[in-house]
């Protein structure tokens, strides 16, 4: 996924933001709160998302992918897509639409009905 098809991707999620910083990373909210990250570094894109406790504790481990910097050494459960073979872009786009998910179902009640968010 080049950083083109990851901003036309989250752009395409409801009641998002972007925004430039942290060294020029493309950072992708909703609410307000941060649910994608694309940059980090000059070479291969890069791209870091929220994850599940389990999709946590599966994703660590392949190739290609890590526990994201600075966030996963918080103790957050956020995965950083550095280097090939890492996702396809299919699961990519999967696991970045569940990062805005998780992130969305965290906003306040009255923040979801907003932003006009459909989440239980």
């Given at each position: 996924m080049t950083y083109d098809e990851y901003n036309a991707f989250c752009r395409a999620l409801v009641a998002t933001s972007h925004v430039v910083q942290w060294g020029g990373s493309q950072v992708w909210k909703v609410g307000g709160k941060v649910f994608a990250i694309g940059g980090w570094d000059e070479g291969e894109p890069r791209f870091t998302f929220k994850v599940?406790?389990?999709?946590?504790?599966?994703?660590?481990?392949?190739?290609?992918?890590?526990?994201?910097?600075?966030?996963?050494?918080?103790?957050?459960?956020?995965?950083?897509?550095?280097?090939?073979?890492?996702?396809?872009?299919?699961?990519?786009?999967?696991?970045?639409?569940?990062?805005?998910?998780?992130?969305?179902?965290?906003?306040?009640?009255?923040?979801?009905?907003?932003?006009?968010?459909?989440?239980?």
């Open positions: 599940s406790d389990i999709a946590y504790e599966i994703l660590k481990e392949q190739p290609g992918l890590r526990p994201a910097p600075y966030l996963g050494s918080r103790g957050m459960k956020w995965i950083q897509h550095f280097s090939e073979p890492g996702l396809s872009d299919e699961a990519l786009r999967d696991y970045i639409r569940q990062s805005h998910s998780m992130i969305s179902r965290g906003l306040s009640r009255k923040k979801r009905i907003e932003l006009g968010l459909n989440i239980a």
